[in-house]
């Protein structure tokens, strides 16, 4: 983990994305959103403000920054567009993995690509019978050398085409272990086919691919962590996925926080009765609600963050912020939309689109009813009874 951002750096940065969204983001969030088209333009943006390597240290040419300032811009990208926060997220996951678990060889090969963006990275792990459950993943790395032959197909692999690197769980005679493939953005690279781009319901502009591996080879030092890491997989993603899981929430908050700042700006626009909605009472009980979740939901995200930062097991905290923060904006995006009536079920306003955005994150990084169980038999192994 990096050392403790000054908070001045922190508020300096966050400022500096909730800038470029209100300039950059804003204006053609849903334009793009509904044709479903990449937004290279902004991320080429986000590439020049150094977000890609906002949690990568300095040494290897990123920014260094906390997973509180992360979180911060995590909220910002998707207070203006959900789908931004997706294309950081998952190649902040890989780079933390290589940080956190790699070899010294493999940090100093592919940190400071991954902190320029120059190279993308990409997380493999669900498959057609196997999202949760990882004990079910059939993909097979099969040793041939000093190389391993990779076979199976990979789902909802969110930047797999424009990705020139996959950290992929595969099945080897250690057990789940994680590889870190090596490729050119395309839809084909040596036995790497991208299968289908998978249409989805919100958040669109981002590519979700199913990949398919058919044979594709890569050398023995692609496994993550060395000869070390053969068989250690799933430990090494599971603890990746903790933070994927606060920034699921963060994603969350800001989702929520747009819904709710365009309902009460629109609560005292709209008038019936000769007076704004915002003087009826059912719209403030409603606004109250909105209000009181996304608060919460931010707390326990903070929360969340600060115990990781401080290097302590976050698994109960991680899963009680996503649970709790995707469930608040889902309803907080159904409110706006009945705060809009008409107006809310239109695409001229992008409360719809926070309405379909909001689902992927009940679903996202383990469903809501995994989060349920993590939580529990974590908080049963911090409370034993005494025999």
Known sequence: MNPPTDPEVRAELIATVRRFVERDVNPVASELEHADEYPA?????MRHLGLFGVTIADEHGGLGLDLLTYIGVIEELAAGWMSLSGILNTHVMVANLIADSGTDEQRARWLPTLAT?????????????????????????ERDGDEYVITGTKMWVTNGARAGLVALAARTDEGITCFLIDKEPGDRYGGITVSRNIGKLGYRGIETVEMVYDGHRVPAAAVLGGTAGLGRGRHFILAALEVGRINIAARAVGVARAAFEASIRYAQQRHTFGVPI?????????LADMATKLEAARL??????ERRSAGERTDVEAGMAKLFASEAAFEIATDAMRIHGGMGYTTELPVERYYRDAPLM????????IQRLVIARGLLRRHPIDE
């Open 41 to 45: 333009a902004i991320v080429a943006t």
């Open 117 to 141: 963006g120059d190279v993308r990275g990409a997380l493999s792990l669900s498959e057609p019978d196997a999202g949760s459950d990882t004990g079910a993943l059939t993909c097979r790395a």
């Open 278 to 286: 915002a003087e009826h009472q059912a719209i403030q009980l409603k």
């Open 300 to 305: 326990l995200t903070r929360h969340a963050a």
């Open 362 to 369: 009940i679903i996202g990084e383990g469903t809501n009813e």
